[in-house]
């Protein structure tokens, strides 16, 4: 990982990256630039699944329970019918956005691969405003990685063994 | 213009001089062929039939009683929701300062030319309006004090039209105003004569412009309250208050919002048409859509949720003239065409907008707008065919549910005339006033630029206060 | 007059995690202020449940009085939260930035404690557990019944609470981050376990941007949902006069919007005052959120006057009784005038001055009295309402308020504010992800002369 002050001073580190066929690099940054801002490679992800699973989840407990509830002890209450539509409507919906909003939380915590037990290759100053960038050494030259970052003026390098 | 970041990033801005865009607009507006005189054409031969229909209707029935006139009053609530409500499209946005509504502003601000056709179909329509004698009305007529307010409802249902229709006029003339002093000084003949006068020798100083900001502002606030207004009492004297004990207190609001969906829905497709019939595809692209479109996701939810609002209520209190209101409205003789309005006004834009896809395309919004254009065109006809069946006026509660009112063939002529009438009288002025709000896209290109974030070539929006 | 000074990332954590990581005495001293008048709800609460429900001042006809009106009302209040940070990051508001967790935070505690008030009105609270399902079937042999407000009303609260405290969990992640390396000790571990070890990579961050969308979209039904349920509460009642009107969901969820967002303004005051926040809550965001209230202010009334107008609309005696009441009748013609002053009259044409919209101390108390005005406007819905519930005047009856019940409507005041307050001892109350980005987006465009403030916007 290098850990540089300047922005433009990590762009660059990350062009000449690329430049070298190591494109495969992590950003790790304090704040939320917009997506390719280094030229990193675009992250894929299937987020959008796990809301329509969790609402299809809960549209179907929802009607379970007041369905069940009302066949359980049919009474009449308000001349309105035993299984009255309206209101199972209204729990029904309640039921669908709670499983959407649960599962879509649990689905970006599971996309984002947290929660992580080890930080692994992280500097404390990045909240600070320095820019991380993580890459795997081809052939496991860290070296070149080193001189790489150090002419783009990191401020800090961290070598770790791929795998910790 | 298209800038293709590294990730396939498209970034759409108009690349113009300012006098590339007078040119481009101002060659469309001046040049008509024979496919437009075709169109016009045809436009006016349905729009007679209309005439020719209401002509028929008017032998048979007169105008004493309002019963046979349900239809023509579902057409004047359908040109109000959509041909008056599209000025909403460029007054919002305007006041929130966005860009994206620059390019169609004017679209959405030609079609208050239709407020002509509402003024003339009003007429028969308040001259059949039974008094509000006996009966409750939003005016309160006679409880108050005897005979007062005056006229109500039938002149302030035409003092309320004719100033909404002048506010729109207004509204639109002022909006124009530098596009008229641009075209003067590039066309000749009538043209030259009627943009000199109309641009009331505009020349563009800082005053000017503060001005007409100012007045821009003036005139979109009242027309919002006008026309909130206009639905408030359209949908009460034509509609609820000639249901004797019906008290629907969510029914003007929902109907000022139905005009914002099918305000979104008009604009969409006329848009999309223009798009095409123009070539200005580079001024109104994906962005317009895409804005639209999720506007229009969000005002058909609301459409549901106010509905819902309205039946809850009614099915709760199972009172037997609730009952009857909920029959009469919804599950009665006009079953069908309310469950067609229920998919076409939300169930369909809901599972088909839902989609980033789809809402992110030029095709998908305009279809789905279609769609909604359908269902407020049903639910006017449910709501105001049912209304204007009820014969007893003055009773205190609905003494039965009306059988159902299947349109005669005067019916349909009237209906189709009405709808053909406003598109004509757009398509008419499309070619007098520059279709596409020049001096708002120039200063929108004045305000955004591409630039790049590093390595990333983003879009820059300039908020000026 | 558009400039706005650059801020590093080193300021940003250095002023907006001051209170977190180097709390002022002062702040301890309000919390312990604030704590007295919880506590003392608390204590009317215990003094109710040990006497019964006959310390309340309810009698027939009025079984609900300051207690119902106060759970109205911070359900309302706890509308902002939404409101702000929903629609506004769906609008991509820039504005919204140093607003939207202090909404949410408003909504989480606002919401928790009207959720108390149900409770503090059962008359054997220790025995809740019979509204909820297998509660209802063991103890009384028989579900709840779903057909009823009661039950909704439940459920969509727990689901707004619910998915609200989530969001704003959620969301702070990146901040947890930001406090775990730049604390020790105990501090340190706590805000790294919950922080759940995030590193700030572009995946990480691209999935919190588009779960601030998401989720915006997602809890924005939800929160339409509540409030009109708690208007449904009253509205689908057909025995109470006023009640009974198709246009109360809209019209209690328009109010919400307009007690929240005047609430968290007010909120946005003191924490500028608070912590000399002048950098980060700016005049310009008083500016827009003004010409927010406006539009917001505006909708409310025109639902007011349809809702008003309808209580007249069908002249019918037993609703026109009521209507004389709140009009003519003390305390309710005062209540009624100064409601109206309150909640429009005085703020709305105030706000139309930009000198007013750009003054901290007018904005808060333009809208501390527009939350005065919204507390009546529930309470003239649903006390004078009961009084006339009967046709028969016999049964008319009145309502005077007991000291239980004035102890704990201060008290949920000071419970709400004590909740904040703790949550901003513990957490950054404006998102540091937030300021930060809006740092790296900010930008001027050149026009002639003049340098244009502009924003980069990422598709």
């Given at each position: 990982m290098g850990l540089f002050k300047e922005v433009d001073d990590a762009v660059e580190a990350a062009d000449k990256l690329k430049e070298n066929g190591m494109d495969d690099f992590e950003v790790l940054t304090g704040s939320p630039y917009p997506e390719g801002a280094f030229g990193e490679k675009v992250a894929n992800h299937r987020l959008y699944v796990w809301p329509l699973v969790g609402a299809a989840l809960g549209f179907s407990i929802a009607i379970l329970v007041t369905a069940g509830t009302q066949l359980a002890?049919?009474?009449?209450?308000?001349?309105?019918?035993?299984?009255?539509?309206?209101?199972?409507?209204?729990?029904?919906?309640?039921?669908?956005?709670?499983?959407?909003?649960?599962?879509?939380?649990?689905?970006?915590?599971?996309?984002?691969?947290?929660?992580?037990?080890?930080?692994?290759?992280?500097?404390?100053?990045?909240?600070?405003?320095?820019?991380?960038?993580?890459?795997?050494?081809?052939?496991?030259?860290?070296?070149?990685?080193?001189?790489?970052?150090?002419?783009?003026?990191?401020?800090?390098?961290?070598?770790?063994?791929?795998?910790? | 213009m298209h800038n293709g970041g590294p990730h396939g990033h498209h970034v759409d801005l108009l690349v113009r001089t300012s006098e590339q865009v007078n040119e481009e607009v101002l060659s469309w507006t001046t040049r008509t062929t024979s496919r437009y005189w075709l169109l016009v054409l045809a436009l006016a031969g349905v729009t007679v039939l209309g005439v020719i229909g209401f002509l028929l209707k008017l032998s048979d029935e007169g105008l004493d009683s309002h019963m046979p006139w349900g239809y023509l009053a579902a057409g004047m609530a359908f040109i109000l929701t959509t041909s008056l409500s599209a000025p909403l499209i460029a007054l919002a946005p305007r006041f929130a300062k966005a860009h994206w509504t620059r390019p169609i502003s004017r679209i959405a601000e030609i079609w208050s030319v239709a407020g002509l056709l509402v003024l003339l179909i009003s007429i028969p329509l308040l001259v059949s309006l039974p008094s509000a004698e006996g009966r409750n009305t939003m005016w309160f007529y006679d409880k108050v004090a005897e005979g007062w307010p005056v006229g109500a409802p039938h002149l302030y249902i035409a003092l309320g039209l004719i100033f909404l229709v002048i506010n729109g006029f207004g509204l639109l003339w002022a909006s124009a105003i530098p596009d008229f002093a641009a075209a003067r000084e590039r066309t000749t003949g009538w043209r030259k004569v009627w943009y000199t006068r109309l641009s009331l020798g505009w020349v563009g100083t800082k005053r000017q412009w503060r001005g007409l900001r100012a007045g821009l502002g003036v005139l979109g606030a009242f027309y919002f309250m006008m026309l909130v207004f206009a639905h408030t009492y359209v949908s009460f004297d034509f509609g609820q208050s000639l249901i004797p004990g019906m008290r629907d207190s969510i029914m003007p609001t929902w109907q000022a919002l139905g005009g914002i969906q099918s305000a979104l829905a008009t604009v969409i497709v006329t848009a999309f048409v223009i798009r095409a019939a123009g070539g200005f595809k580079d001024y109104i692209n994906v962005n317009?859509?895409?804005?639209?479109?999720?506007?229009?996701?969000?005002?058909?939810?609301?459409?549901?949720?106010?509905?819902?609002?309205?039946?809850?209520?009614?099915?709760?209190?199972?009172?037997?003239?609730?009952?009857?209101?909920?029959?009469?409205?919804?599950?009665?003789?006009?079953?069908?065409?309310?469950?067609?309005?229920?998919?076409?006004?939300?169930?369909?834009?809901?599972?088909?907008?839902?989609?980033?896809?789809?809402?992110?395309?030029?095709?998908?919004?305009?279809?789905?707008?279609?769609?909604?254009?359908?269902?407020?065109?049903?639910?006017?006809?449910?709501?105001?065919?049912?209304?204007?069946?009820v014969e007893n006026v003055t009773a205190h509660v609905l003494e039965t549910v009306p059988e159902g009112v299947t349109p005669d063939s005067s019916d349909i002529m009237m209906l189709m005339g009405v709808v053909s009438g406003s598109i004509l009288l757009f398509t008419l002025a499309v070619k007098f006033i520059p279709v596409i709000s020049m001096w708002e896209v120039r200063e929108g290109m004045l305000l955004q630029e591409i630039r790049p974030l590093k390595r990333l070539p983003l879009k820059v929006l300039a908020k000026p206060e | 007059m558009q400039q706005r000074p650059t801020l590093t990332e080193i300021q940003i954590n250095r002023d907006l995690l001051r209170p977190v990581l180097d709390t002022p005495m002062w702040f301890y001293g309000l919390m312990a202020f604030l704590s007295i008048f919880a506590a003392s709800a608390m204590g009317a609460f215990a003094w109710a449940i040990n006497h019964g429900t006959g310390v309340y001042g309810l009698n027939r006809p009025v079984m609900w009085g300051f207690l119902l009106v106060n759970f109205v009302f911070w359900v309302g209040i706890s509308h902002a939260g939404v409101m702000l940070s929903a629609i506004l990051r769906l609008a991509n508001a820039e504005w919204r930035r140093p607003a939207t967790r202090a909404a949410e935070v408003l909504t989480v505690f606002a919401l928790g404690t009207a959720a108390m008030h149900p409770l503090f009105h059962l008359g054997r609270p220790w025995r809740l557990y019979w509204s909820m399902p297998p509660g209802y079937d063991f103890g009384r042999g028989i579900w709840p019944d779903i057909r009823s407000?009661?039950?909704?009303?439940?459920?969509?609260?727990?689901?707004?609470?619910?998915?609200?405290?989530?969001?704003?969990?959620?969301?702070?992640?990146?901040?947890?981050?930001?406090?775990?390396?730049?604390?020790?000790?105990?501090?340190?571990?706590?805000?790294?376990?919950?922080?759940?070890?995030?590193?700030?990579?572009?995946?990480?961050?691209?999935?919190?941007?588009?779960?601030?969308?998401?989720?915006?979209?997602?809890?924005?039904?939800?929160?339409?949902?509540?409030?009109?349920?708690?208007?449904?509460?009253?509205?689908?009642?057909?025995?109470?006069?006023?009640?009974?009107?198709?246009?109360?969901?809209?019209?209690?969820?328009?109010?919400?919007?307009?007690?929240?967002?005047?609430?968290?303004?007010?909120?946005?005051?003191?924490?500028?005052?608070?912590?000399?926040?002048?950098?980060?809550?700016?005049?310009?965001?008083?500016?827009?959120?003004?010409?927010?209230?406006?539009?917001?202010?505006?909708?409310?009334?025109?639902?007011?006057?349809?809702?008003?107008?309808?209580?007249?609309?069908?002249?019918?005696?037993?609703?026109?009784?009521?209507?004389?009441?709140?009009?003519?009748?003390?305390?309710?013609?005062?209540?009624?005038?100064?409601?109206?002053?309150?909640?429009?009259?005085?703020?709305?044409?105030?706000?139309?001055?930009?000198?007013?919209?750009?003054?901290?101390?007018?904005?808060?108390?333009?809208?501390?009295?527009?939350?005065?005005?919204?507390?009546?406007?529930?309470?003239?819905?649903?006390?004078?309402?009961?009084?006339?519930?009967?046709?028969?005047?016999?049964?008319?009856?009145?309502?005077?308020?007991?000291?239980?019940?004035?102890?704990?409507?201060?008290?949920?005041?000071?419970?709400?504010?004590?909740?904040?307050?703790?949550?901003?001892?513990?957490?950054?109350?404006?998102?540091?992800?937030?300021?930060?980005?809006?740092?790296?987006m900010a930008t001027e465009i050149r026009v002639g002369k003049v340098m244009v403030p502009a924003a980069y916007r990422e598709e």
């Open positions: 002890y049919p009474i009449v209450t308000g001349s309105k019918p035993i299984l009255a539509l309206p209101p199972m409507f209204i729990i029904a919906y309640e039921g669908t956005m709670l499983g959407a909003i649960l599962s879509t939380i649990i689905g970006v915590i599971f996309e984002s691969r947290l929660p992580r037990a080890k930080l692994g290759l992280y500097d404390p100053r990045i909240t600070e405003g320095y820019i991380g960038l993580v890459v795997v050494a081809p052939d496991g030259d860290t070296d070149r990685v080193d001189a790489l970052f150090k002419a783009a003026n990191a401020t800090d390098v961290k070598l770790e063994p791929v795998g910790a | 317009q859509f895409w804005s639209m479109a999720k506007l229009m996701l969000a005002s058909s939810l609301l459409w549901m949720y106010f509905w819902w609002s309205g039946f809850i209520v009614l099915w709760y209190g199972k009172t037997p003239l609730q009952q009857d209101l909920l029959q009469l409205m919804w599950f009665g003789p006009y079953k069908t065409i309310f469950i067609m309005t229920l998919l076409l006004s939300f169930a369909v834009p809901l599972l088909l907008l839902m989609w980033n896809g789809l809402r992110k395309s030029i095709w998908g919004p305009a279809l789905v707008s279609l769609f909604i254009l359908s269902g407020a065109f049903l639910d006017k006809i449910r709501i105001y065919v049912s209304s204007y069946s | 407000p009661f039950v909704w009303d439940p459920t969509a609260i727990s689901t707004y609470l619910t998915s609200t405290a989530l969001f704003v969990g959620l969301l702070l992640i990146p901040d947890l981050a930001v406090l775990r390396d730049h604390s020790s000790g105990m501090r340190q571990r706590m805000y790294s376990a919950m922080s759940l070890g995030w590193r700030g990579n572009t995946r990480q961050w691209k999935l919190q941007i588009i779960a601030g969308f998401l989720l915006s979209a997602l809890i924005l039904p939800v929160f339409v949902s509540v409030h009109s349920i708690v208007s449904w509460d009253f509205a689908v009642q057909i025995a109470v006069e006023g009640w009974n009107a198709t246009i109360f969901a809209p019209y209690f969820v328009i109010g919400a919007v307009h007690s929240g967002v005047a609430g968290v303004i007010s909120i946005l005051a003191l924490l500028r005052w608070m912590f000399k926040w002048e950098n980060y809550i700016r005049d310009d965001h008083f500016d827009a959120l003004a010409r927010l209230m406006i539009v917001v202010a505006v909708a409310w009334f025109y639902f007011f006057i349809i809702e008003f107008m309808m209580g007249f609309y069908p002249n019918e005696e037993p609703e026109l009784s009521l209507r004389t009441l709140q009009l003519t009748q003390w305390p309710f013609n005062a209540a009624f005038i100064i409601f109206a002053l309150t909640s429009f009259f005085i703020p709305v044409p105030l706000w139309l001055f930009r000198k007013v919209r750009r003054n901290v101390a007018l904005m808060f108390w333009t809208c501390v009295l527009v939350n005065i005005g919204m507390w009546l406007e529930r309470f003239l819905i649903i006390i004078p309402s009961l009084m006339r519930k009967q046709v028969l005047t016999f049964n008319w009856g009145s309502y005077n308020p007991s000291p239980i019940e004035l102890i704990l409507v201060g008290g949920s005041f000071a419970m709400v504010f004590l909740g904040v307050l703790t949550f901003v001892k513990f957490f950054p109350i404006i998102p540091l992800a937030d300021a930060k980005e809006g740092e790296i």
